[in-house]
């Protein structure tokens, strides 16, 4: 089993930038690829960006691509989120969650970071 743990989330004024974390823990080695969600009050959760855990590529959603970076620390197991040029529209609790082949669904979720981005 893989245990995820967000961290970052905080109150930010449109225009800033802010960092995600998502650590990884127990079986990470089965980890395929991880990815980072973030869901709004009264919405649908999106996907916002994802890595293959060897970080050999990524995706980023339409939305963001452009606005946001992600990347992978190997050694500590952890996934960044980089996020800037904040809108209030990205306003959310950011999730994190893996994949353990690639066809498999996105699964062990963390609790989620709250980002809260002010006009």
């Known amino acids: 089993q893989v245990q995820l743990v967000e961290s970052g989330g905080r109150l930010a004024q449109t225009g800033d930038s802010l960092t995600l974390s998502c650590a990884a823990t127990?079986?990470?080695?089965?980890?395929?690829?991880l990815a980072w969600f973030r869901q709004a009050v009264g919405k649908e959760r999106e996907s916002v960006a994802g890595?293959?855990?060897?970080?050999?590529?990524?995706y980023y959603s339409p939305s963001m691509k452009g606005r946001c970076i992600i990347s992978i620390d190997d050694a500590k197991s952890t996934v960044y989120l980089q996020l800037n040029s904040l809108k209030p529209e990205d306003t959310g609790v950011y999730f994190c969650?893996?994949?353990?082949?690639?066809?498999?669904?996105?699964?062990?979720w963390g609790q989620g970071t709250q980002v809260t981005v002010s006009s």
């Open positions: 890595i293959l855990w060897s970080g050999e590529n990524t």
């Open positions: 969650a893996v994949q353990f082949d690639r066809r498999g669904q996105f699964g062990s």
């Open positions: 127990g079986r990470t080695s089965s980890i395929y690829a």
